[in-house]
């Protein structure tokens, strides 16, 4: 059997692991959360009491450093303190007549093939589609949403699905460029103009990026609006060669994108995140951004680079200088624990950027995070969205704190002389 399709059954056992697993431990923690009631908590991730005056738009100073963030028990936000927050009149709509869910508007770009399909989650396929097209999701998140997850039916199977229990992509509105632009600035007026920008990676379908994207938003609290951009990934394990070219078509439409977003948009604070393969053209991208139109410089507030699936020399000496050089610092998340990248290694013959560790990248206008104990899967590559303990740690980021102010970090000292900082334990 070649190396390339033994990596590949080896991928898709451990996926099959990981829903079963996935599907007993939220039986476990679900049966916990009814028999639990918490008090307080300092992690920043749980939502404020009702009684409590709410504190999303944190003007957080360097000095006193934040309180320590103690080991957290597992809690779910209420959905009506989330109607009460700054951000509710940007993205977060109103909640259903029962309190069920909260349905939030998560704005995307897509160069996806348009199936014109009238179910929400077949609408945007994994083939390539002819232009960008625009528009926004309704995204609900169930009221006993547990912080990390995207909660699903089993196996994904759609005639289990429960607005009480699961995260849905509930409608898909498209819009023309002009409108979706027109819109943005809309919901800008009278608020932080703000809009955290998600860039997948593969073997993720549109259906997955805009609950991805909804639920990093809520669980982050972010004040501002919930964007995403979704390049045609096929949605499958086995599409691995596939998507690799399609990340490579992707980028002259992702960077119109991201132009027009900042030219016609009056969003003053952009937060890009990047994932996995998907940093390959983000990354590019945002270089090719900061040296075509300087002037968006100071509008963006941050590159996030996650499980980086790109060849770490490469990234090193032709990528990451681009935007750096520009005055631009890049967070970069890394793990030696990350399966897919490990897969990613054998295939390329080459170290990746994602990798933690003695390869680990680190140097001058990157802040490198260690993030080897994070990982709620078994595949330990998707801790962005799913970690408590990074989600924390981007809690922090997206307010401004450097490595050194935020608590979950230890500084250490790099093989290579360097410092990187490594989440805590």
């Given at each position: 059997?070649?190396?390339?399709?033994?990596?590949?059954?080896?991928?898709?056992?451990?996926?099959?692991?990981?829903?079963?697993?996935?599907?007993?431990?939220?039986?476990?923690?679900?049966?916990?959360?009814?028999?639990?009631?918490?008090?307080?908590?300092?992690?920043?991730?749980?939502?404020?009491?009702?009684?409590?005056?709410p504190?999303?738009d944190?003007?957080?100073?360097?000095?006193?450093?934040?309180?320590?963030?103690?080991?957290?028990?597992?809690?779910?936000?209420?959905?009506?303190?989330?109607?009460?927050?700054?951000?509710?009149?940007?993205?977060?709509?109103?909640?259903?007549?029962?309190?069920?869910?909260?349905?939030i508007?998560?704005?995307?770009?897509?160069?996806?093939?348009?199936?014109?399909?009238?179910?929400?989650?077949?609408?945007?396929?994994?083939?390539?589609?002819?232009?960008?097209?625009?528009?926004?999701?309704?995204?609900?998140?169930?009221?006993?949403?547990?912080?990390?997850?995207?909660?699903?039916?089993?196996?994904?199977?759609?005639?289990?699905?429960?607005?009480?229990?699961h995260?849905?992509?509930?409608?898909?509105?498209?819009?023309?460029?002009?409108?979706?632009?027109?819109?943005?600035?809309?919901?800008?007026?009278?608020?932080?103009?703000?809009?955290?920008?998600?860039?997948?990676?593969?073997?993720?379908?549109?259906?997955?990026?805009?609950?991805?994207?909804?639920?990093?938003?809520?669980?982050?609290?972010f004040?501002?609006?919930?964007?995403?951009?979704?390049?045609?990934?096929?949605?499958?394990?086995?599409?691995?060669?596939?998507?690799?070219?399609?990340?490579?078509?992707?980028?002259?439409?992702?960077?119109?994108?991201?132009?027009?977003?900042?030219?016609?948009?009056?969003?003053?604070?952009?937060?890009?995140?990047?994932?996995?393969?998907?940093?390959?053209?983000?990354?590019?991208?945002?270089?090719?951004?900061?040296?075509?139109?300087?002037?968006?410089?100071?509008?963006?507030?941050?590159?996030?680079?996650?499980?980086?699936?790109?060849?770490?020399?490469?990234?090193?000496?032709?990528?990451?200088?681009?935007?750096?050089?520009?005055?631009?610092?890049?967070?970069?998340?890394?793990?030696?624990?990350d399966?897919?990248?490990?897969?990613?290694?054998?295939?390329?013959?080459?170290?990746?950027?994602?990798?933690?560790?003695?390869?680990?990248?680190?140097?001058?206008?990157?802040?490198?995070?260690?993030?080897?104990?994070?990982?709620?899967?078994?595949?330990?590559?998707?801790?962005?969205g799913?970690?408590?303990?990074?989600?924390?740690?981007?809690?922090?980021?997206?307010?401004?704190?450097?490595?050194?102010e935020?608590?979950?970090?230890?500084?250490?000292?790099?093989?290579?002389?360097?410092?990187?900082?490594?989440?805590?334990?």
């Open positions: 059997m070649p190396t390339t399709t033994l990596i590949i059954v080896v991928a898709i056992i451990l996926f099959l692991l990981l829903a079963l697993v996935g599907f007993f431990w939220n039986q476990s923690q679900s049966q916990s959360q009814n028999q639990q009631i918490n008090d307080s908590s300092a992690d920043p991730l749980d939502a404020p009491t009702a009684d409590a005056e504190e999303l944190l003007d957080l100073e360097p000095e006193p450093a934040p309180a320590p963030v103690p080991e957290l028990e597992d809690d779910s936000f209420e959905a009506d303190t989330v109607a009460n927050t700054p951000a509710d009149r940007s993205a977060f709509g109103n909640n259903d007549m029962d309190g069920n869910f909260v349905s508007d998560t704005f995307f770009g897509t160069d996806r093939k348009d199936t014109n399909s009238h179910k929400a989650y077949e609408r945007f396929s994994g083939e390539r589609g002819e232009g960008i097209s625009y528009g926004i999701c309704k995204v609900s998140i169930p009221k006993q949403h547990q912080v990390g997850e995207v909660e699903r039916p089993l196996w994904g199977l759609r005639y289990l699905e429960n607005e009480k229990k995260v849905l992509l509930r409608s898909i509105n498209s819009l023309s460029a002009t409108d979706f632009f027109a819109e943005l600035r809309i919901r800008m007026l009278g608020q932080l103009s703000s809009a955290l920008v998600f860039v997948h990676g593969y073997n993720v379908s549109f259906e997955a990026a805009a609950m991805r994207t909804a639920q990093m938003a809520y669980d982050l609290k004040n501002g609006l919930p964007c995403f951009y979704s390049w045609p990934s096929d949605g499958r394990l086995t599409s691995y060669n596939k998507d690799e070219a399609d990340i490579k078509w992707t980028e002259p439409n992702m960077y119109r994108f991201l132009v027009d977003f900042f030219e016609k948009s009056s969003v003053d604070q952009v937060y890009l995140i990047g994932h996995s393969m998907g940093t390959r053209a983000l990354s590019r991208v945002v270089g090719k951004l900061l040296n075509e139109h300087p002037q968006y410089k100071d509008r963006l507030q941050e590159v996030i680079l996650a499980a980086p699936d790109i060849d770490a020399d490469i990234f090193k000496r032709d990528i990451a200088p681009v935007i750096t050089n520009a005055g631009q610092t890049i967070t970069l998340y890394t793990s030696n624990n399966l897919p990248l490990v897969a990613s290694a054998k295939i390329h013959g080459q170290s990746r950027a994602g990798f933690a560790g003695k390869n680990m990248v680190v140097q001058k206008g990157i802040e490198t995070i260690d993030a080897s104990t994070a990982g709620e899967d078994l595949l330990k590559h998707s801790y962005v799913d970690s408590r303990s990074i989600l924390s740690d981007l809690y922090y980021l997206l307010r401004g704190l450097r490595p050194d935020r608590f979950d970090l230890a500084k250490r000292k790099h093989d290579s002389g360097g410092e990187y900082w490594e989440v805590r334990g």
